[in-house]
């Protein structure tokens, strides 16, 4: 890439920013959907198992369990933005994927590794969500209303285990899905390989660089979505009824 723009000036500095339209496009879908739509699933899945969770685990137990399950959920569902993502890393890693066209594998191709991306979805979410509802449901007492400091310690530590939970499925998921649209390379071919090749601790190379940089982008997105979430829904509470 730093081959690409040296010398052409302003110009060569989008040579540093490839997939930077899909890339934004993708981060702006998924935060909108992940953090909008999981208060509601989480309110879903207390009403209806709520008394459940709690005569297992206790009301505070029951609450933080509720919060997990439902980020479970919204991982899942995450998938149906999968091309975007495809997109981005294509552009990446493999532009001459894009001379080929970004249908050239079908559908099918921009899917590529969505079984993988659920469960990393899915066991990502459920730590990010879970972990923060650690910090929401067992710190600060009664209070009806959290503190900056707990939304932000809860967004840390959610972040955190978020990527260190997800990283083996987020690298077999970005091998997957680097190569051409058209590939037929397999989950498990590349989970076996990897194993095989470079041993357990492949599965979590690059993790540091990724808990400094996405971490705190994360921890950023995570609390100001909660507190806004939460201005909002005491704004609305205090408004008079007309």
Same mark, same amino acid.
């Given at each position: 890439? @730093? ?26 879908? /998924? ?9 509601v699933v989480k309110d879903?899945? %207390? ?5 459940? #969770? ?8 029951? %609450?933080t369990f509720s919060e ?23 552009? /990446? ?43 929401? %449901?067992?710190?600060?007492?009664? /209070?009806?209303?959290?503190? @900056? ?27 997957? /899905? ?6 037929? @390379?397999?989950?498990?071919?590349? #989970? ?5 090749k470079e041993g357990p601790?492949? #599965? ?7 808990? @400094? ?30």
């Amino acid at each position: 890439m @730093l081959r690409d723009g040296y010398g052409k000036g302003i110009a060569g500095i989008g040579a540093l920013y490839p997939g930077f339209g899909w890339g934004f496009a993708y981060k702006i879908a /998924q935060r909108t959907y992940k953090f909008g739509l999981q208060p509601v699933v989480k309110d879903l899945f %207390h009403k209806r198992w709520g008394p459940a #969770f709690s005569a297992v685990l206790g009301p505070k137990g029951g %609450h933080t369990f509720s919060e997990a399950l439902a980020g479970c959920a919204i991982g899942v569902g995450e998938v149906v933005l999968l091309p975007l993502d495809v997109l981005k890393i294509k552009r /990446q890693t493999n532009p001459e994927a894009f001379k080929k066209g970004i249908l050239s594998g079908g559908i099918a191709g921009l899917y590529k590794g969505a079984a993988t991306t659920a469960l990393r979805n899915a066991m990502g979410s459920f730590s990010l969500f879970g972990a923060n509802g650690l910090i929401k %449901h067992y710190w600060g007492g009664k /209070q009806e209303k959290r503190t @900056l400091l707990s939304m932000v310690a809860g967004s840390t530590l959610g972040s955190v285990a978020s990527i260190v939970v997800a990283s083996p499925f987020d690298v077999v998921k970005t091998r997957l /899905q680097k190569g051409e649209f058209t590939s037929d @390379l397999k989950a498990r071919k590349v #989970f076996r390989e990897i194993l095989a090749k470079e041993g357990p601790s492949a #599965f979590f190379k690059g993790l540091t660089p990724k808990v @400094l940089a996405a971490g705190p982008k994360l921890t950023f997105s995570f609390t100001m979505a909660q507190w806004l979430i939460q201005y909002f829904e005491t704004r609305l509470a205090d408004k008079p009824v007309a």
